[in-house]
């Protein structure tokens, strides 16, 4: 029969044994913490070492006007429906009036991609009224062409607006603007054309102070479109700080991409970075 110092004994080595096994579990969770978050500042420090000010942003909303089906729908719970095209409107809407909220000083230009080509629609402006008008002149195309060349965007880019530039030794002092190009693509069978090879192409990409971002809206049965290989050739516009989404037919989660999109780009992370879940996981 043990005595009673051994029981004790025995039991505090117990004890003992359960809290390190517990410490070191929560010392490996800890770890892991720790190892994410610098994992994720050393992505970070992988962008060019540039200001983190909220400058103004001229951003040039590149509007897909063409469909492939005129039946399809985008339905809320409420039974109320939208057409690909009004959809996109109602986003931009939304985009238009909170970006204006968070800084007046944001200006829009407006491109509609149409089945021909790419057209300059509005100059830009902060005027949200002239903004709205813009997007509702724009009327809905059907699709008829398998590609859609991306050169004739970007010569108007080059057309309509100087980019600025970074100076060697001066990365840290803010730039008077930024610009962005935020596409709205809303086919399914046209394979977007990335002009790899042209000038204006190379140099508008190559800018530091210019930003691309891209809502690929489809339709919802991907094994009968090309939705798969226009995401691909989307992704090349990507310079590695570009934000990227894709959506079906889901009248909430396009809300949710667009509302996404609202950061400004000199103080947003990488994308793969992001977090948007509330709270705090530590």
């Not at 117990?14 to 410490?23: F, I, L, P, T, V």
């Not at 939304?94 to 509609?112: G, R």
């Not at 990507?238 to 959506?247: A, P």
């Amino acid at each position: 029969m043990e005595s009673p110092e051994t029981v004790s004994s025995s039991n505090s080595h117990g004890a003992s044994d359960s809290d390190s096994r517990q410490y070191e579990d929560t010392s490996v969770l800890e770890n892991e913490d720790v190892k994410e978050i610098q994992e994720q500042v050393l992505a970070n420090l992988e962008k060019p070492n540039l200001p983190n000010v909220n400058v103004p942003e001229k951003i040039i909303v590149c509007l897909d006007v063409c469909y492939d089906n005129p039946n399809s729908l985008y339905r809320f719970g409420d039974g109320t429906t939208f057409s690909p095209i009004n959809m996109l409107k109602r986003i931009l809407d939304f985009f238009f009036h909170t970006k204006h909220a968070i800084s007046k000083k944001t200006e829009f230009a407006l491109i509609t991609l149409q089945d021909a080509g790419a057209c300059w629609t509005q100059n830009f402006t902060s005027n949200v009224k002239d903004l709205i008008s813009a997007i509702d002149y724009a009327h809905a195309e059907e699709a008829t062409s398998d590609t859609f060349d991306f050169e004739k965007v970007y010569e108007l880019i080059r057309h309509h607006i100087e980019i600025p530039m970074m100076k060697p030794g001066e990365s840290l002092l803010p730039p008077p603007y930024i610009v962005r190009l935020l596409i709205l693509y809303g086919r399914s069978n046209c394979v977007p054309v990335i002009p790899h090879e042209d000038p204006c192409f190379q140099y508008i990409r190559s800018q530091i102070y210019f930003y691309t971002d891209i809502l690929l809206a489809h339709e919802d049965d991907c094994a009968t479109h090309k939705c798969d290989e226009i995401y691909d050739a989307l992704q090349d516009l990507d310079n590695g700080y570009s934000y990227v989404f894709e959506v079906s037919r889901n009248a909430t989660k396009i809300h949710d991409c667009i509302a996404k999109l609202l950061a400004h780009p000199l103080q947003r992370p990488l994308q793969k970075n992001t977090d948007y879940s509330f709270g705090s996981r530590y």
